[in-house]
């Protein structure tokens, strides 16, 4: 299987570089996936909507790709305010809980805007049938 890149359609793809997900072979490379909402075309202020929306975005991906959100098997989180781990951890386990891929969070001075909140980068690894 070749290399097959996944767009969201944003031109900031192309002026940054970067494809949404790259899938080679078994693999599903997501890149980092900020709150965003491409319904509304607004950024939610809150964690918890950046959060779920974060996943939305990260399953069409998958999706696209041909894979499942039980593919993922890497999560890497990247939070601007301690104080919401807890938020985000609720999202987390709502969408993950029975996945439990390893994951790592970490704390950063900021994002790409100063809205952002979070960011999620995740890693799948397609299952034999």
Known sequence: MSRRLISTG?????????SR???????AFVAGTTGYDYTAMTMPDDV???SR???K????????GG???????RATYYLTDISDVDAHFTVCGEVLG???PAATMLIVAGLY????????EVTAKRRNP
């Open 21 to 27: 997900a790259v899938i080679d072979g078994d693999f």
């Open 57 to 64: 975005t990260i399953e069409a991906a998958l999706k696209e």
């Open 48 to 50: 918890t909507s950046q």
């Open 113 to 120: 805007k100063p809205e952002m909140k979070v960011e999620i």
């Open 67 to 73: 894979f499942a959100m039980a593919d993922i098997v």
């Open 98 to 100: 029975d996945i439990r």
């Open 53 to 55: 929306n974060c996943f």
């Open 10 to 18: 944003s031109p900031f793809e192309k002026t940054a570089g970067y």
